[in-house]
C-alpha cells in the first residue's frame, strides 16, 4: 500500500515540479514572485480543452497551441504590466502586487469566458493499467512523468547550454552587468516568461488530462503548492524546484491516506511556512549577505 | 517644494473644523433613522464603515510599516470565530466576545509575525497568504470544535441596553460608526506618535532605522499585533452582523477587496482608506452589470494603480503643512 | 488643490449612483414574487433553473388569467452569488420592498439560512426548493421548503443499495459541506441501523473542488466496499466515477437527486453507466403534467433538460400562486397561513407542508444507461 | 581646543573575517573627547568596516570597543545609540517618504520613553515629552539652518543640506560621539568648505566626530588627528602633517612610481 502512494505521489509532485519551474526561472531572473503563474497554468488547460473539444486536433497538438498561446499571454503580461515597473525603477512591492493583480484578472476572465463549472477534459496516454507487484500503474501516470521528466531536461538543456540560456544566467547573476555587455536585459525577461508559461501550460494540460477535469480556479491552490515547492528546493533553482515539487507530492498523498483527505492542502503550506522560517533560501539555495 | 511658509486653508481654523465636525455627526446620526435611506443603502453604508475599519488596520501594516499582507481575511476569521463560538458555548454577551475575539486576533498576530518578521518582500506576502488558507483548513477540519463545514448561524446579535441591534433600527449602523470612529483615532494616534514614526522608518528604510536604535523586529510584531487585532474586531462585528460563520466567509476575495482597498486609496493615508472603502464596495451595487466582473476590476485596479499611481488616490507627500503640538516655537515656519 | 478636485468628483460620482440604484417605485398592481438564486459562480446552472422556472410557471398562469381575478404575476430574479452574505443584503432588499409578497428561492442550505432570519422578522413567507439542512424550515413561520428532508432522501439510497444492487458492503464518500456532512452523518450513524442486510464499511471526506481522488480511491478500495454512495454534486461525482471505474469497474455508485443533471453525464461520460439516483422529479416519466412542462421548458430554453430542483421551483410558483388564489388575498400573511393547509399536486409529486414548513415527496429511483437517465421499474426488483 | 586626555572611545587589536578573507586586522586607535580624528584610506581598504563594527552592524572575530570605558562590541545598535553614539551613511539613507522633522524626531526614538498606553490617551506624559521633542527637534533644524524645510520632503532638498539633515538627525539621538561617513562625497568645492566650518561648529558644541573621507582637502583642514587603514591593517598615525609626509601613506594610496608629485601636491593643499 506504501508503494501505490508513492507512486501517486510522485505522479503528483512531478506535475507540481513543472509548475515550480515556472517560479524559479521568473524570480532567478527578476528576483520576482510571479503570483499569476497558478492563473497562467490553469489559463494553458483551459486553451487545450477549448482546441480540443472544440476542433478536431488531437490532444498533441491541443497542447503545443496551448504552449504557444500561454506562452505569448505571458510575454504579453510582462510587456504590458511589468517592464514599465522596471523601467521606472518602482519598489520590489510594486511588481508583487501587480502580478497578484494579473492573477485575479486572468482567473475570473477565464470564469466568465468559460463559466465556473467545471468541465471535461479528455484522458491523456490512454493506454489501460497494468500491475507491478501490488502497485497500479496507470499509463496516464507513466505518459505524464515521462513528458514531464523530458520537459525538464528541455529546461535545464536551455538554461545550460544554449546562448539564450547563458544570457538568462548572466541576468540572474547581474542585470546590469549583463546589459553591460550587450544582452538586451529585456528580451531575455520575456523569454524567460515565455518558458514560464509554456512549462505551465503542459502542466495544466498533463494534470487536466490525468483528472479528465478542468476548472477556472484549479490554478489557486496548485500554484500555492507550487511555490511551497519551489522554495522548498531553493527558489531560483530548477534543480531546487524538481526536488521540492517531488517532496511536496509525496507529503500531500501521504497526508492525504493517512490523515485525511480534509488536509491535504494543508500540508503544502505548513511545508511553506516551515521552510520560510527555517531555511528560507531552501535545500540548495545559499545564504545572501545583505551589503551596507 | 514651495512648502516652506505654512499656507492657511480654509478648514484650519478651529471653529470652522469643529462646526464641519458638528454637521457630520448630526448627518450621520440622523441618515438612517430618516426614512431617506431604504434598509438596503443603511447596509451598504454599514459596509462602507466596516471596509474602512478593516483596511485602515491593512493600511498600518502595509501603508505604514511596509508589511505586504495579502491573508489579512485570516485575522478577521481569527476574531470572528472566537467570538461567534464564546456566544455558541458561553453564551456570552457581544462587548465580551468582540473583544476576545480583538485580542485573539492579536496573538495570532504575533504567532505569525514572531517568526516571519525577518523575511523580506515577497517571502513576508506569500507567508501571510498560507496563513490565509490554513485558518481556513483548521476551521474546515476541527469540526468538533468550529462546526467545520456546516459553521456557526442564528448567531445573536448585540444587544445595548435592551435593545437588539437590527439594520432596521440603524442598531448596526451607530454600531459600525463608532467602532470605525475609534480606530480611526486610535490608528491617528498611533500613526502621529513615536510608534507611528518607526513603522515609517521601517518601511522607508529598515537598516537606517536599525541605526537610529528602533528594534525593528519588534516594531514589525507590534504593528503585526494591532493590525490583526483590529481586523478581528472587524471579523467580530461581521458575523454578528450576518448572524452566519462558515470557512469560507473571509476567504481569500476578503483579502483581495481590502488590499485593493489600502492601494486605492492610499497606502499611508487614514482619509485614503475611507475614499478606497466608499468606491470600492459601492461600485458593484451601482454598476449591477458590473458586479459580475467585480473581481476583474479589483485586479485591473491593482496592476493600473501600480503603474501609474503607486501611492494611491490620497496617498504620496501630503502638500499640508506638518501639525506641530500647541506650544512648539516653528520660527514661522 | 489637485486632489481636491479628484475627491469631489469621485463622491458626487457615488451620490448620484445612490440615487440610480435606489430605483423607481411602480404603481401597476401585479402581484411579484422574488426569485433569487446563484446567477453566476460554481452553481449557476441551478440558480438559473429556478429562474426558469418561475418564469415559464408564472407565463403559464398569467395566461390562465393570472390571479385574484386578472393580476398578472411578476417575477424579480436576485442573483446571491451563492454567498451568505449577498443573500443577507438581497432579503432585506426584498422585506423593503412591499410589492414583494413571496419569494422562491436561496439554493444552498447555508446561503438560505443566512437570508431566513430577515424573511422571518419582517414576515416575508420563503420557500427553498433546494435547502436540505435538517433545521432550515425550523427557523420560522414564514420560512418553507419544497425539497426532501435529507434522511428521508439517505434512506431512498440504502433502498436502493440493498434492492437495486443487492449490496453487501456500502462505503459512504462525502464532500466537505454544510449538507455532505449531515447527509453522511445521517446515513451512517441513524439510518444505517435499520438496513441490518447493508454493513457500512468505510467513510471518507473530500475537499469540495477536489479533483485528484487517488489516494482517498485506494483508502476506499482498502475497505473493500461493493457499492460507494456518494454525497457531492456532480462537479465530484462524475470525476469520481471516472478515476474509480479506472480501476474497480464494476463497482456501484449511488448519487443523490442534486447530482441528477446533464452535467452529471457530460463529465462522467461511458463511466457514468450505472449510476443510480433517488430523484422525486424524473424528466422522461409517461405523467402528462411531468412531459408538458419538459416539453415546455425544452422550448423556451433551447434545448435545455429542467433538473429536479428546477421542477421544484416551478411547483414553488405554483404553490404560491395557488396559496394566493386559496387566501383570496397577496397579503403576505394571507399567503403564510394558506401555504400550512396547500395541497399541491405538481411535476414533483403531490406535497404538502407539515407545522414546521417540511415538505414530504415520493421517490422515483433513476440509473444512467448507455448516457441517458432510466426509470427503475421499482415492481420488478 | 584643550582636549581632556581620557579617550572617550578606545579601539583594542580589532579585526574581522568573512570566510577567508580579513577585512579588519588588528587595528588599535583611540578618540578623546572633542577630537576630530579622520580615518582615510584608498578605497575597499575596510574604513566603512570598522564603522559597522563600533555600530554593531558586524560582530567583530576578536578585539575590543571601549566606549565611555564600557565594553559595547557585540551589543545591538540599539543599545550603542542609546549609549550615545550615532553614525551617518556612506550614501545617504534618509526617510524619504517621511517629512524632514519626522526624520530627525526618529533620531530621538531611544531618548522619547512613553509607552503604548500613553500614546493611544495621549496622557499628560505623552503630551509632555511629545512636544518637548518636537520643540528640540525643530531647535535643531534652526542651529543648522535647515528650518526652513521643516515640512518639506528630503528628496526635494538639494544633496548638500540631504546631508546635513542626517547629520541632524544623528544629533538628535542625544549622542556625544557622531560617526561621520564621507560626508563630503559628492560635493562641489564651496559645498565641502560650508560643511568644515559646519563641522568645526558641532565640536564647539560639545561634540566628537569621527571621520571617514577621501577630500584630503577637508581632511588635512579640519582634523586632530588622522589614522590611516590599508589592506585592513593600520598603516600610520598621526597629525596631518605627518601623514602628509609619511612614506606608507603615499605608497598605499598613489603605489611605488609617482612619489614626487604627490609631495607637492600635499604641501600648498
Known sequence: MILQQVFDGLTLGIVYALIAVGYSLVFGVLRLVNFAHGATYAFGAHIAMVVVVSTNFGLFWAIIISVIMTGLMTMFMDRIALRPLRAKKSKGISALITTIGCSYIIQNALMIVFGSRSKWFPKIFDYGNFQIGNVLVKSTQVGIITVSVVLLLLLTFIVQKTKIGLAMRAVQQNAKAASLMGIDVNRVISFTFFLGGASAAVAGSLISGYYQIVNPQMGFIAGLKAFSAAVLGGIGILHGAVFGGLVVGLAESFAAFYIGGGYRDAVAFIILIVVLIFRPNGLFGKKVIEKV | MKHNNAKKNLLDTKPKKIAALVVMVALVLYLPKSGLLSPYLVRILTMISLYSMLSLSLNLLTGFTGLVSIGHAGFCAVGGYTSALMWQYLGLPWLVTAICGMIMAGVVGLMLAAPTSRLSGSYLTIATLGFGEIVKMIALNWQSFTGGPLGVNHIERPEFFGITLTTFNGGFFYLSIILTALVTLFVYRIVNSKMGRAFMAIRDDSLAATMMGVDVTAYKMKSFVISAAIAGLGGAFYVHFVRFLDPNTFNFDISIIIISIVILGGTGSIPGSFLGAALLISFPEILRFASEYRFIIYGLILVLMMRFKPEGILGGHSHRPFRLMKGVESYGN | ?381 | METKQEPILEVKNLSIQFGGLKAVDDVNFKVNRGEIVSIIGPNGAGKTTVFNMLTGVYQPTNGQIFFKGEEIQGKTPQNIVKAGMARTFQNIRLFCDMRVIQNVLLGMHTNTDYNFFDLVFHTPKYRKLEREKQQKAVDILKFLDLDRYLHDYPTNLPYGDQRKVEIARAIATDAQLLLLDEPAAGMNPEESEELLSFIRSLVTKGFTIVLIEHDMNLVMNISDRIYVIDHGRKIAEGLPQEIATNKDVIVAYLGEEEEEDQLEEVEHA
Open chain 3, 1 to 381: 488643490m489637485k486632489k481636491r478636485i479628484v475627491l469631489v468628483a469621485l463622491l458626487s460620482l457615488l451620490i448620484c449612483g445612490f440615487a440610480f440604484a435606489n430605483g423607481s417605485s411602480e404603481t401597476q398592481k401585479p402581484v411579484k414574487i422574488a426569485v433569487v438564486g446563484p446567477l453566476t459562480g460554481d452553481f449557476a446552472e441551478y440558480g438559473m433553473g429556478f429562474k426558469n422556472a418561475a418564469v415559464l410557471r408564472a407565463k403559464q398562469i398569467n395566461e390562465a388569467g393570472g390571479v385574484l381575478g386578472g393580476r398578472q404575476i411578476e417575477i424579480v430574479d436576485f442573483d446571491d452569488k451563492n454567498s451568505g452574505e449577498e443573500a443577507a443584503s438581497i432579503a432585506e432588499r426584498i422585506a423593503g420592498n412591499k410589492d414583494i409578497v413571496g419569494v422562491v428561492g436561496h439554493f444552498a442550505s447555508g446561503v438560505s439560512m443566512a437570508a431566513a432570519p430577515t424573511y422571518e422578522e419582517v414576515g416575508v413567507p420563503e420557500i427553498s426548493p433546494s435547502a436540505s439542512h435538517p433545521d432550515y424550515s425550523g427557523m420560522g413561520k414564514y420560512i418553507f421548503r419544497n425539497n426532501s428532508l435529507i434522511d428521508v432522501e439517505a434512506n431512498e439510497t440504502l433502498n436502493i443499495a440493498s434492492k437495486v444492487f443487492k449490496a453487501k458492503r456500502v462505503a459512504v464518500l462525502a464532500v466537505k459541506t454544510d449538507w455532505g456532512v449531515t447527509t453522511a452523518d445521517i446515513l451512517i450513524n441513524t439510518l444505517a441501523k435499520d438496513h441490518p442486510e447493508l454493513e457500512i464499511v468505510g467513510y471518507e471526506e473530500i475537499l469540495d473542488g477536489l479533483t485528484d481522488f487517488s489516494s482517498t480511491i485506494t483508502k476506499l478500495r482498502s475497505y473493500k466496499p461493493d457499492t460507494i454512495i456518494v454525497c457531492a454534486m456532480y462537479n465530484i461525482l462524475g470525476p469520481f466515477a471516472n478515476q474509480y471505474k479506472d480501476i474497480d469497474s464494476k463497482i456501484n455508485l449511488i448519487g443523490f437527486s442534486n447530482a441528477y443533471s446533464e452535467q452529471l453525464i457530460k463529465l462522467a461520460q461511458e463511466d457514468g453507466n450505472g449510476i443510480a439516483l433517488p430523484a422525486i422529479f424524473f424528466h422522461e416519466s409517461p405523467e402528462a403534467k411531468v412531459r408538458s412542462f419538459v416539453d415546455n421548458y425544452k422550448k423556451d430554453y433551447n434545448g435545455k433538460i429542467p433538473s429536479s430542483l428546477t421542477a421544484q421551483a416551478y411547483d414553488s410558483l405554483g404553490m404560491f400562486a395557488q396559496a394566493i388564489e386559496e387566501a383570496g388575498s397577496a397579503d403576505r400573511k394571507a399567503i403564510k397561513e394558506q401555504l400550512y393547509k396547500i395541497e399541491y399536486d405538481g411535476v414533483a409529486g403531490v406535497t404538502y407542508f407539515d407545522e414546521i414548513g417540511d415538505a414530504y415527496k415520493t421517490f422515483n429511483w433513476l440509473m444512467i444507461e448507455d448516457g441517458k437517465f432510466t426509470l427503475i421499474d421499482k415492481s420488478k426488483l
